[in-house]
């Protein structure tokens, strides 16, 4: 399957907010600000509260003061994905293998693979998935711990090794996002710098990106 990928993927990290519904406020206002992919991840709640969680932000986004057509990722979970119906399916290096995902999720859903790596960048492309991400590109905290990190020339080098979509993570804000592009990412995903002020920074992030 062929996607085409915003360049702008915000992440949704439960760890990130004090509360659901701060969680789902922010949801609310990154779609406000044109937000047309949303990734859901929380790496610690139960798969109760998750599921909970999952299908109010798939009620939010569906009745959005948009009306814009969003697609929603679940992080790890492919249960979850199918229970909330989500449109796609994100999975790690440590979480399913990209092809017990796909037979999980289906051949309809986007399915992508975090790499940290060329050499996982090059097993990735011989998968099923829709696009790949690489990362971290620069230091980050939204993990405890983090991969090495792979700079701009590791998004140039997974860049040469894959035709499919590509998106960078890890420390990318408003002020390097654009250096990211150029380096050869479709897009660019995006927590820390989304959690204070969630629609100004959308728009922001919008605007740099074009």
């Known amino acids: ?14 760890g990130c907010f004090a509360t659901s519904e701060a969680l789902l406020r922010a949801a609310e206002q990154m779609v406000a600000a044109g937000a047309r992919i949303l990734q859901y991840r929380n ?21 959005s003061e948009s009306g814009d057509s969003v697609t929603l990722i679940m992080n790890d979970r492919a249960d979850l994905c199918l229970a909330a119906d989500f449109e796609g399916l994100h999975v790690g290096q440590d979480d399913l293998s990209p092809a017990s995902a796909r ?11 975090s790499t940290h790596n060329n050499a ?9 998935a829709d696009y790949i991400a690489i990362g971290p590109v620069f230091g980050t905290a ?4 983090p991969d090495p990190v792979v700079g701009l020339e590791g998004v140039r080098e997974a860049r ?3 035709s499919k979509p590509l998106v960078a993570i890890g420390g990318i804000t ?3 996002c654009s250096e990211v592009i150029e380096a050869g990412a479709d897009s660019v995903a995006v927590i820390s710098d989304l959690t204070l002020d969630p629609r100004k920074s959308a ?8």
Do not use: C
């Open 174 to 176: 408003r002020t390097n």
């Open 142 to 145: 939204s993990k405890v711990n």
């Open 103 to 113: 037979k999980i999720v289906g051949p309809n859903r986007w399915l992508g693979v």
């Open 160 to 162: 040469e090794l894959t």
């Open 203 to 210: 728009e922001e992030f919008l605007r740099i990106l074009g």
């Open 43 to 63: 790496k610690s709640g139960d798969a109760a509260r998750m599921l909970i969680d999952a299908r109010e932000l798939r009620q939010r986004v569906l009745y």
């Open 120 to 128: 996982q960048v090059i097993e990735a492309d011989e998968t099923s």
């Open 1 to 14: 399957m062929i996607i085409s990928l915003p360049r702008f993927y915000p992440i949704l990290d439960a």
